[in-house]
């Protein structure tokens, strides 16, 4: 299972600060909505170089201009972007096609989606479904519930990722559940020791 590591809330140098204390352990490194919204993606070249070969995801939140918005995210140099789940299908569509045209994937933010909904955008092959708990809403109660459960409502859905409070002793449940990426911030960016702490979380992800 992969290691997403979310990066969120800072200015640019702190980000390179922590980019490059986590980069040896991630396996992708998120540049969190509020340094895209506060910086604008164009200005972010520092944070991709800082991680030096890692993945790099840009959680964009893509909800229209899917197209504009993905080339532009690729062009600038992440393998992963963000779109959400509840845009319209024509918008999932350009960006699935920008990130199959840029070698880069499309990560579905699947946050406030019904069951109906997510039925009727699972036809996207080589997609990343994020299970999302929103900040605001607290930590995910059982994520290792939720993903068994999703796994058998969608069963055609193969990449799943998971994000919302997640915790080092969830991460082997998660990836014995073939969880593809687990997604985790301030419990490894807060840490007192960022590296040892995203080292750990590595770790965990290979026991299963």
């Known amino acids: 299972m992969k290691l997403q590591v979310a990066?969120?809330?800072?200015?640019?140098?702190?980000?390179?600060?922590?980019i490059r204390q986590v980069a040896d352990s991630a396996d992708v490194i998120e540049v969190g909505t509020s340094l895209t919204k506060e910086f604008g993606v164009r200005a972010l070249g520092p944070l991709i170089e800082a991680a030096n070969g890692t993945a790099v995801l840009g959680d964009i939140k893509t909800c229209d201009e899917g197209r504009y918005e993905f080339d532009l995210g690729f062009d600038c140099g992440f393998r992963y972007l963000t779109v959400m789940g509840s845009s319209s299908k024509g918008t999932l569509d350009v960006c699935y096609a920008s990130a199959e045209t840029h070698d880069g994937v499309m990560m579905i933010d699947l946050l406030e989606c019904d069951d109906d909904?997510?039925?009727?955008?699972?036809?996207?092959?080589?997609?990343?479904?994020?299970?999302?708990?929103?900040?605001?809403?607290?930590?995910?109660?059982?994520?290792?519930?939720?993903?068994?459960?999703?796994?058998?409502?969608?069963?055609?859905?193969?990449?799943?990722?998971?994000?919302?409070?997640?915790?080092?002793?969830?991460?082997?449940?998660?990836?014995?559940?073939?969880?593809?990426?687990?997604?985790?911030?301030?419990?490894?960016?807060?840490?007192?020791?960022?590296?040892?702490?995203?080292?750990?979380?590595?770790?965990?992800?290979?026991?299963?």
Do not use: W
């Open 7 to 18: 990066i969120d809330r800072v200015d640019i140098p702190r980000a390179v600060e922590i």
């Open 117 to 208: 909904r997510i039925e009727r955008i699972s036809d996207y092959d080589n997609a990343v479904y994020c299970l999302h708990t929103s900040v605001d809403s607290g930590a995910t109660a059982d994520p290792v519930g939720q993903v068994r459960a999703f796994k058998a409502r969608y069963p055609r859905i193969r990449h799943i990722a998971i994000a919302g409070g997640i915790t080092k002793d969830q991460l082997a449940g998660l990836a014995a559940e073939g969880v593809e990426i687990a997604i985790m911030g301030s419990a490894i960016t807060k840490a007192a020791d960022i590296a040892a702490a995203c080292a750990e979380c590595k770790a965990a992800c290979r026991t299963a």
